[in-house]
């Protein structure tokens, strides 16, 4: 509405800058993921859904019919592959990919 504030226009003007930028990042982000998830083993792959489904190392050996030891060895070269430092920040990563998709 007329008269209006040339800050106040400026304000709105910035703000929407601001959230662009905001969301080409995460969107940015959510293709790094999504490059290094595709980079996975299929094994690999499997282990991260079973991970993200909140499932710990000995339950995902059983539903994936392997040793604890070789699923602690997948789920090692996967935190590596993600670029994950725990499995906090991986599930972390993999669920703000999928909310920007």
């Known amino acids: 509405t007329k008269p209006f504030s040339n800050q106040e ?8 800058i601001t959230a662009c930028h905001h969301r080409q990042i995460i969107e940015q982000e959510a293709r790094s993921v999504n490059t ?4 996975l083993t299929a094994r690999e ?14 339950e995902i050996a059983r539903d994936l019919d392997i040793s604890i030891n070789t699923a602690q060895i997948h789920r090692a070269n996967l935190m590596k592959k993600m670029g994950a430092k725990n499995l906090g920040a991986l599930i972390n ?9």
Request: charged share 30%; no cysteine.
């Open 36 to 39: 290094k998830i595709k980079q």
């Open 45 to 58: 792959a499997e282990l991260l859904a079973l991970i993200v489904d909140g499932k710990q190392t000995k």
């Open 93 to 101: 990563m993999v669920l703000k990919a999928q909310n920007a998709s």
């Open 9 to 16: 226009l400026l304000d709105k003007i910035h703000r929407a």
